[in-house]
Protein backbone atom coordinates (compact mmCIF):
# COMPACT_ATOMS: atom_id res chain seq x y z
CA UNK A 1 0.00 0.00 0.00
CA UNK A 2 1.01 3.52 -0.81
CA UNK A 3 0.41 7.04 -0.52
CA UNK A 4 -1.97 7.62 -3.13
CA UNK A 5 -3.93 4.87 -1.60
CA UNK A 6 -3.81 6.75 1.74
CA UNK A 7 -4.81 9.52 -0.32
CA UNK A 8 -7.87 8.03 -1.74
CA UNK A 9 -9.36 6.45 1.35
CA UNK A 10 -9.05 10.26 3.51
CA UNK A 11 -11.03 11.22 0.40
CA UNK A 12 -13.58 8.71 1.01
CA UNK A 13 -13.76 9.04 4.63
CA UNK A 14 -13.98 12.72 4.16
CA UNK A 15 -17.50 12.27 1.79
CA UNK A 16 -18.94 9.73 4.26
CA UNK A 17 -18.17 12.22 6.97
CA UNK A 18 -20.07 14.94 5.36
CA UNK A 19 -23.39 12.63 4.47
CA UNK A 20 -22.95 11.93 7.88
CA UNK A 21 -23.08 15.26 9.50
CA UNK A 22 -25.38 16.73 7.16
CA UNK A 23 -28.26 14.17 8.61
CA UNK A 24 -27.28 14.55 12.22
CA UNK A 25 -29.96 16.53 12.97
CA UNK A 26 -32.37 14.91 10.37
CA UNK A 27 -31.65 11.69 10.76
CA UNK A 28 -33.84 8.81 9.68
CA UNK A 29 -34.22 5.96 11.83
CA UNK A 30 -34.71 1.68 11.66
CA UNK A 31 -34.00 -1.28 13.34
CA UNK A 32 -32.05 -3.88 11.17
CA UNK A 33 -32.91 -6.16 14.47
CA UNK A 34 -33.98 -5.82 18.01
CA UNK A 35 -31.79 -2.96 19.27
CA UNK A 36 -29.40 -2.96 16.13
CA UNK A 37 -30.16 0.52 14.77
CA UNK A 38 -29.66 1.68 10.54
CA UNK A 39 -30.26 5.34 9.73
CA UNK A 40 -30.34 6.95 6.56
CA UNK A 41 -26.92 8.21 7.00
CA UNK A 42 -25.27 4.65 6.86
CA UNK A 43 -26.66 4.42 3.65
CA UNK A 44 -26.08 7.79 2.48
CA UNK A 45 -22.32 7.27 3.76
CA UNK A 46 -21.62 4.21 2.15
CA UNK A 47 -22.73 4.92 -0.92
CA UNK A 48 -20.66 8.01 -0.88
CA UNK A 49 -17.19 5.93 0.16
CA UNK A 50 -17.86 3.35 -2.45
CA UNK A 51 -18.26 5.93 -5.27
CA UNK A 52 -14.51 7.47 -4.41
CA UNK A 53 -12.81 4.48 -3.79
CA UNK A 54 -14.41 2.99 -7.31
CA UNK A 55 -13.31 6.02 -9.27
CA UNK A 56 -9.61 5.24 -8.07
CA UNK A 57 -9.85 1.46 -7.77
CA UNK A 58 -12.32 -0.34 -9.86
CA UNK A 59 -11.49 -3.46 -9.95
CA UNK A 60 -10.65 -4.01 -6.21
CA UNK A 61 -13.09 -6.00 -4.15
CA UNK A 62 -15.20 -3.99 -1.45
CA UNK A 63 -17.07 -5.55 1.23
CA UNK A 64 -19.26 -2.70 3.44
CA UNK A 65 -21.90 -2.95 6.85
CA UNK A 66 -24.85 -1.93 4.21
CA UNK A 67 -26.73 -2.96 1.70
CA UNK A 68 -25.75 -6.90 1.71
CA UNK A 69 -22.21 -6.31 1.04
CA UNK A 70 -20.30 -8.27 4.20
CA UNK A 71 -18.90 -11.36 2.59
CA UNK A 72 -15.38 -10.85 1.08
CA UNK A 73 -14.96 -12.73 -2.28
CA UNK A 74 -13.52 -16.36 -1.74
CA UNK A 75 -10.10 -15.54 -3.36
CA UNK A 76 -9.97 -12.43 -0.46
CA UNK A 77 -10.72 -14.88 2.59
CA UNK A 78 -8.79 -17.45 0.93
CA UNK A 79 -5.99 -14.88 0.75
CA UNK A 80 -6.05 -16.29 -2.89
CA UNK A 81 -2.43 -14.41 -4.26
CA UNK A 82 -4.45 -13.26 -7.26
CA UNK A 83 -6.70 -12.13 -5.23
CA UNK A 84 -7.65 -8.08 -5.64
CA UNK A 85 -7.49 -5.94 -2.70
CA UNK A 86 -10.38 -5.40 -0.29
CA UNK A 87 -11.54 -2.35 0.54
CA UNK A 88 -13.57 -3.05 3.84
CA UNK A 89 -15.68 -0.12 5.24
CA UNK A 90 -17.92 0.95 7.92
CA UNK A 91 -19.38 4.01 6.90
CA UNK A 92 -21.02 5.16 10.40
CA UNK A 93 -19.19 3.08 13.41
CA UNK A 94 -21.15 4.65 16.60
CA UNK A 95 -24.75 4.20 14.99
CA UNK A 96 -26.56 4.39 18.39
CA UNK A 97 -24.37 7.50 19.77
CA UNK A 98 -24.88 9.09 16.58
CA UNK A 99 -28.74 8.41 16.81
CA UNK A 100 -28.64 9.58 20.20
CA UNK A 101 -26.49 12.88 18.96
CA UNK A 102 -23.35 11.73 21.15
CA UNK A 103 -19.93 12.31 20.19
CA UNK A 104 -17.44 8.93 19.88
CA UNK A 105 -18.75 7.75 16.57
CA UNK A 106 -16.65 7.57 13.31
CA UNK A 107 -16.06 6.60 9.65
CA UNK A 108 -13.45 3.57 8.74
CA UNK A 109 -11.88 2.47 6.00
CA UNK A 110 -9.40 -0.39 5.59
CA UNK A 111 -7.67 -1.85 2.16
CA UNK A 112 -6.45 -5.72 3.24
CA UNK A 113 -4.30 -7.11 0.86
CA UNK A 114 -2.10 -10.56 0.64
CA UNK A 115 -3.51 -12.09 3.59
CA UNK A 116 -3.75 -8.55 5.84
CA UNK A 117 -5.15 -5.86 6.62
CA UNK A 118 -2.62 -3.35 5.18
CA UNK A 119 -4.19 0.60 5.49
CA UNK A 120 -6.67 2.24 8.08
CA UNK A 121 -8.35 5.17 7.85
CA UNK A 122 -10.56 6.56 11.14
CA UNK A 123 -12.34 9.66 10.86
CA UNK A 124 -14.26 11.32 13.97
CA UNK A 125 -16.22 14.18 12.50
CA UNK A 126 -16.91 15.93 15.76
CA UNK A 127 -13.80 16.46 16.71
CA UNK A 128 -12.21 16.40 13.18
CA UNK A 129 -9.43 13.51 13.98
CA UNK A 130 -8.07 11.52 11.71
CA UNK A 131 -6.41 8.47 12.81
CA UNK A 132 -4.00 6.86 9.51
CA UNK A 133 -1.56 4.10 9.15
CA UNK A 134 -0.20 1.87 6.30
CA UNK A 135 1.66 -1.36 6.85
CA UNK A 136 5.14 -0.84 8.00
CA UNK A 137 4.95 3.23 8.28
CA UNK A 138 3.79 4.06 11.55
CA UNK A 139 0.32 5.26 12.56
CA UNK A 140 -0.90 9.45 13.17
CA UNK A 141 -3.65 11.02 14.40
CA UNK A 142 -3.62 14.02 12.01
CA UNK A 143 0.18 14.86 11.63
CA UNK A 144 1.05 13.79 15.06
CA UNK A 145 2.80 10.46 15.56
CA UNK A 146 0.87 8.07 17.87
CA UNK A 147 2.39 5.71 20.42
CA UNK A 148 0.29 2.52 22.67
CA UNK A 149 0.76 3.43 26.15
CA UNK A 150 3.50 1.79 28.79
CA UNK A 151 1.15 0.61 31.16
CA UNK A 152 1.96 -2.93 32.45
CA UNK A 153 -0.42 -3.47 35.31
CA UNK A 154 -4.06 -4.27 34.61
CA UNK A 155 -4.66 -2.82 38.37
CA UNK A 156 -3.77 0.88 36.96
CA UNK A 157 -5.26 0.27 33.46
CA UNK A 158 -8.47 2.39 31.64
CA UNK A 159 -9.88 -0.40 29.76
CA UNK A 160 -12.78 -0.26 26.98
CA UNK A 161 -14.99 -2.82 25.90
CA UNK A 162 -17.93 -3.50 23.76
CA UNK A 163 -20.80 -5.40 23.86
CA UNK A 164 -23.51 -6.64 21.13
CA UNK A 165 -26.92 -5.43 21.14
CA UNK A 166 -29.01 -7.06 23.43
CA UNK A 167 -26.48 -8.61 25.38
CA UNK A 168 -28.24 -10.61 28.57
CA UNK A 169 -27.38 -10.77 31.74
CA UNK A 170 -26.27 -14.65 31.57
CA UNK A 171 -24.01 -13.68 28.57
CA UNK A 172 -20.14 -14.71 28.95
CA UNK A 173 -19.59 -11.19 28.01
CA UNK A 174 -21.16 -9.87 31.42
CA UNK A 175 -18.81 -12.06 32.84
CA UNK A 176 -16.15 -11.24 31.29
CA UNK A 177 -16.61 -7.40 31.62
CA UNK A 178 -17.52 -7.89 35.95
CA UNK A 179 -14.17 -9.60 36.08
CA UNK A 180 -12.06 -6.85 34.28
CA UNK A 181 -13.89 -4.12 36.34
CA UNK A 182 -13.30 -5.96 39.66
CA UNK A 183 -9.60 -5.61 38.11
CA UNK A 184 -8.95 -2.49 36.38
CA UNK A 185 -8.59 1.07 37.47
CA UNK A 186 -11.61 2.13 35.56
CA UNK A 187 -13.50 0.02 32.71
CA UNK A 188 -15.89 2.30 29.85
CA UNK A 189 -18.18 1.25 27.27
CA UNK A 190 -18.06 4.08 24.63
CA UNK A 191 -19.81 2.87 22.29
CA UNK A 192 -17.04 2.84 18.92
CA UNK A 193 -15.09 0.04 17.88
CA UNK A 194 -13.22 1.88 15.65
CA UNK A 195 -12.53 4.78 18.00
CA UNK A 196 -11.74 2.56 21.02
CA UNK A 197 -9.14 0.65 18.82
CA UNK A 198 -7.62 4.59 17.67
CA UNK A 199 -7.61 5.79 21.66
CA UNK A 200 -5.35 2.36 22.80
CA UNK A 201 -3.12 3.60 19.80
CA UNK A 202 -2.63 6.88 21.14
CA UNK A 203 -2.37 5.96 24.76
CA UNK A 204 -5.51 7.85 25.51
CA UNK A 205 -6.85 3.73 26.67
CA UNK A 206 -4.77 0.89 28.09
CA UNK A 207 -6.61 -2.14 26.32
CA UNK A 208 -9.85 -2.74 25.03
CA UNK A 209 -11.68 -5.95 24.14
CA UNK A 210 -14.66 -6.97 21.95
CA UNK A 211 -16.15 -10.30 20.99
CA UNK A 212 -19.03 -9.49 18.92
CA UNK A 213 -18.13 -7.11 16.65
CA UNK A 214 -17.99 -7.79 12.75
CA UNK A 215 -14.68 -7.40 10.66
CA UNK A 216 -15.62 -3.73 9.68
CA UNK A 217 -15.98 -2.55 13.02
CA UNK A 218 -12.53 -3.50 13.83
CA UNK A 219 -10.40 -3.48 10.27
CA UNK A 220 -8.65 -0.25 10.53
CA UNK A 221 -8.15 0.00 13.84
CA UNK A 222 -6.30 -2.88 13.56
CA UNK A 223 -3.68 -1.51 11.06
CA UNK A 224 -3.52 1.79 13.55
CA UNK A 225 -3.04 0.01 16.75
CA UNK A 226 -0.66 -2.41 15.30
CA UNK A 227 1.27 0.34 13.69
CA UNK A 228 1.01 2.41 16.68
CA UNK A 229 2.92 -0.86 19.12
CA UNK A 230 -0.14 -2.17 20.57
CA UNK A 231 -0.21 -5.96 21.26
CA UNK A 232 -3.11 -7.27 19.77
CA UNK A 233 -4.35 -10.92 19.63
CA UNK A 234 -7.67 -13.25 20.33
CA UNK A 235 -9.54 -12.51 23.24
CA UNK A 236 -7.96 -15.86 24.69
CA UNK A 237 -4.40 -15.06 23.58
CA UNK A 238 -5.15 -16.93 20.04
CA UNK A 239 -4.16 -15.48 16.66
CA UNK A 240 -6.30 -12.39 15.79
CA UNK A 241 -8.23 -13.20 12.76
CA UNK A 242 -9.20 -10.32 10.13
CA UNK A 243 -12.18 -11.88 9.59
CA UNK A 244 -13.67 -13.19 13.06
CA UNK A 245 -12.38 -10.15 15.25
CA UNK A 246 -13.12 -11.35 18.82
CA UNK A 247 -9.84 -9.62 19.76
CA UNK A 248 -8.43 -8.09 22.89
CA UNK A 249 -5.72 -5.28 22.40
CA UNK A 250 -3.09 -3.68 24.87
CA UNK A 251 -0.63 -0.84 25.03
CA UNK A 252 2.32 -3.52 26.33
CA UNK A 253 2.35 -7.39 25.92
CA UNK A 254 2.45 -7.42 29.93
CA UNK A 255 -1.00 -5.94 29.93
CA UNK A 256 -2.68 -7.86 27.23
CA UNK A 257 -1.03 -11.30 28.73
CA UNK A 258 -3.36 -10.19 32.33
CA UNK A 259 -6.27 -9.25 30.35
CA UNK A 260 -6.03 -12.62 28.33
CA UNK A 261 -5.55 -14.21 31.32
CA UNK A 262 -9.33 -12.34 32.85
CA UNK A 263 -10.88 -12.75 29.62
CA UNK A 264 -10.40 -16.24 28.75
CA UNK A 265 -12.01 -17.86 31.80
CA UNK A 266 -14.98 -20.07 31.19
Known sequence: MD???????IEAARAGADEL????????VQEKAPKDLVTDADLASQ????????????????????????????????GDDDAPPCW???PLDGTVNYVHRLQSFAVSIALYARGKMRLGVIYDPTRDEWFTAVDGMGAKCNDRVI????CTDLDQGLIACSFRAGVTADSPEVG?????????????????????????ADGRLDAYWATNVAPWDSAAGTVIVREAGATLTGYNGE???????KFCVSGTPELQEAMVEQLGQS
Not at 176 to 200: H, K, P, Q, T
Open 176 to 200: RFVRILERCRSLRRLGSCALNMCYV
Open 147 to 150: KASD
Open 88 to 90: VVD
Open 21 to 28: MARWDHRV
Open 3 to 9: QEHLRVA
Open 239 to 245: VFDDWKP
Open 47 to 78: AAIRRVLESSYPNYAFVGEEEGENDPPPAVLA
